[in-house]
């Protein structure tokens, strides 16, 4: 495990520090990495959520890491799918999650499988309000 900077290089993209970056059409064949997670966050105008597995497990969200550059340090962005059944009430994407079974399958750099791409089954995830809404960050 290294400690990596989330978001791309600002200097690179008109300043903007991209944290995601969308999987459709693509296969990340190099600098696929994985950011443990027991939940994620996500929000909605003043509404915050906390979203975990149903089963309580840990997963991972995929990842694409960039090398250091100049004086920006080791970086990651999150890799993003479209939403399923549990999160498209609350927005229209999310972190491609992989389960722990994955991991190799994810790492191993041959392309991706459509079935790491495929949305969870219904009430996989569990999706909670967080109290104190706006006040909380993602």
């Not at 495990?1 to 970056?21: C, I, L, Q, Y």
């Not at 994955?102 to 791409?117: A, E, H, N, Q």
């Not at 495929?118 to 909670?128: D, G, Q, T, Y």
Request: charged share 25%; glycine share 8%.
């Amino acid at each position: 495990m290294v400690e990596a900077v989330w978001g791309s290089d600002p200097r690179f993209s008109d300043g903007v520090n991209f944290r995601f970056v969308r999987s459709e059409g693509r296969a990340f064949p190099a600098r696929r990495c994985l950011i443990p997670a027991s939940e994620f966050r996500m929000g909605t105008g003043d509404h915050r959520y906390r979203v975990t597995l149903d089963s309580g497990n840990f997963f991972y969200l995929a990842a694409i890491w960039d090398p250091p550059l100049a004086d920006w340090p080791l970086s990651y962005r999150i890799v993003t799918m479209p939403a399923g059944a549990d999160i498209i009430p609350y927005q229209s994407r999310h972190g491609l999650i992989i389960q722990r079974r994955d991991v190799m399958r994810w790492l191993d750099g041959t392309g991706i499988d459509k079935d790491l791409l495929a949305e969870l089954p219904r009430h996989s995830l569990f999706v909670e309000p967080l109290k104190a809404q706006a006040a909380l960050p993602l």
